[in-house]
């Protein structure tokens, strides 16, 4: 993004993250807490409707046996959902930071 070779980069990187931890800390702290709370509701409101699927349509009533299949495939799905939405965060937030200090240096 600067126009350096890796290594410079990199150390100009490690710097970076080293005078913001606590930004780059609150933000993944609070990315973590996004995807636990995602998950959850998403996977809960998948297999309560699936529970509901199963229990009051007649065509399906047999076919399908437990909502369980349900809710782990929708884990599975939301865990890539949201690590999704929180990486483009987290790099959206990385990039402010180091736009940020490019133009305290100047």
């Known amino acids: 993004m600067t126009g350096k070779n890796f290594c410079e980069a990199t150390e100009d990187a490690y710097y970076l993250i080293i005078r913001n ?3 780059f800390g609150t933000v ?3 990315g973590g807490i996004y ?5 959850l509701a998403m996977t809960s409101l998948a297999t309560f409707y699936g529970y509901l699927l199963i229990t009051q349509h007649p065509d399906i009533e047999g076919k399908i046996y437990s909502p ?3 809710c782990v495939v929708r884990i599975s799905i939301e865990n890539m959902k949201t690590n999704f939405v929180v990486l483009c965060i987290d790099i959206i937030y990385n ?3 180091l736009y ?3 133009w305290s240096i100047s």
Do not use: I, N
């Open 95 to 97: 990039c402010s930071c």
């Open 68 to 70: 369980t299949m349900m």
């Open 35 to 39: 995807t636990f709370v995602g998950e």
């Open 28 to 30: 993944h702290g609070l």
């Open 100 to 102: 940020g200090s490019l």
């Open 21 to 23: 931890a606590w930004r």
